[in-house]
């Protein structure tokens, strides 16, 4: 199946520090990435939608200038939370729909990043 | 009003045994509706697809109701795999996603 990796698993940042999250597609090209957050015992949080060769797509309420988000490749998205503060620490995941087939909606989820801001 | 709401549970069941639960979703224009399964700290992984007429994959038997704007998922004779949360998703015209918080399933020996 199709397979997204995230890196780094987990960071550990100080506050006031930007920190960059990257999600690639390993075997297809992934022309629309999503980005969530999931904070502890929540559901997860669409942020935004990331359009390869265009900019992204923020859902509301979350800060485009603070969420820098960056698909300047059909396997690699990034996300860069800018300024971070100690409400920022949460799991950021991406997903990838790919075109290799798979079941009807299947998004195929990176195994995500733990961001802790001190 | 959350658009998809889950009870939390937790639900301790020994192996063996059915364990049912539901979720309820807001907007009567969704489209489609999946369950995925969740392990602790992992990422989401797609468990199944839920259709109108309702539908099994193996010991999985997912229901949809759209007059009532729920779903359903039954895990019958239970392992202890089985333990993690269950998401109910749904989907409304485009590819996002919305996500309910999770029905926590704990399966004992």
């Known amino acids: 199946g199709a397979v997204v990796s995230q890196h780094p698993s987990r960071v550990i940042c100080k506050s006031g520090t930007s920190v960059k999250i990257e999600c690639r597609s390993l075997d297809f090209q992934a022309t629309t990435m999503f980005w969530y957050r999931q904070f502890p015992k929540q559901s997860l949080m669409l942020m935004a939608t990331?359009?390869?060769?265009?900019?992204?797509?923020?859902e509301q309420g979350v800060e485009k200038d603070k969420f820098l988000i960056n698909h300047a490749s059909l396997t690699l998205s990034t996300l860069t939370v800018t300024s971070a503060h100690p409400e920022d620490s949460s799991f950021y995941i991406c997903?990838?729909?790919?075109?290799?087939?798979?079941?009807?909606?299947?998004?195929?989820f990176g195994p995500g990043t733990r961001l802790t801001v001190t | 009003r959350k658009e998809v709401e889950q009870d939390p549970g937790p639900f301790n069941v020994p192996e063996g045994a059915t364990v049912a639960f539901n979720c309820t979703y807001s907007n009567s224009a969704s489209q489609s509706f999946f369950w995925y399964r969740q392990d602790c700290r992992k990422e989401p992984k797609l468990l199944m697809s839920v259709y109108s007429s309702g539908n099994e994959d193996g010991r999985f038997t997912a229901q949809l109701n759209r007059a009532s704007q729920y779903i359903s998922l039954l895990i019958r004779d239970s392992k202890l795999s089985d333990s993690a949360t269950y998401l109910c998703?749904?989907?409304?015209?485009?590819?996002?996603?919305?996500f309910g918080a999770g029905t926590t399933v704990t399966v004992r020996a």
């Open positions: 998703v749904v989907r409304f015209n485009d590819y996002k996603l919305s």
């Open positions: 997903s990838a729909i790919s075109p290799l087939g798979g079941r009807e909606g299947e998004q195929y």
């Open positions: 990331s359009n390869e060769g265009s900019k992204a797509t923020y």
